[in-house]
């Protein structure tokens, strides 16, 4: 998510966030949020503020793909 820099801290991004939880409240499939964001910037602190929090159970990983290219040539 992201909101254009000269509207941030405006309230804009709780607003967002309010409407699309609103969203999937009304979908009764939907039990979750799930999202990817940089550790140590102000977006995590926005989520955590809104109940976000580390998943105990799950783990994001990630490899570059010239490290796969370089470890299949050696
Ligand atoms: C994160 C983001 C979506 C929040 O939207 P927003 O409209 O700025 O947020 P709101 O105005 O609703 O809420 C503000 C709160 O978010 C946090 N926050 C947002 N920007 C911040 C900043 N630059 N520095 C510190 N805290 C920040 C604070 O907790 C702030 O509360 P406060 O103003 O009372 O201190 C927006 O700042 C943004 O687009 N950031 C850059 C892009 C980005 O990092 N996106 C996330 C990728 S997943």
Redesign the pocket.
Same mark, same amino acid.
């Given at each position: 998510?992201? *909101?254009i820099p000269h @509207?941030?801290? &405006? /309230? #804009? /991004? %709780?607003r967002l966030l309010d409407s699309l939880v609103k969203e999937v409240a009304d979908r009764d499939n939907i039990i979750a949020i799930y #999202? #990817? &964001?940089n550790r140590d *910037?102000?977006?995590a @602190?926005?989520y955590s %503020?809104h109940h976000f929090a580390a998943s105990p159970k799950k783990v994001v990983m990630g490899v570059s793909v010239r490290s796969i290219l370089d470890a299949k040539s050696a």
């Open positions: 998510m992201c *909101v @509207s941030q801290r &405006t /309230g #804009l /991004g %709780k #999202l #990817l &964001t *910037v102000p977006a @602190s926005f %503020k």
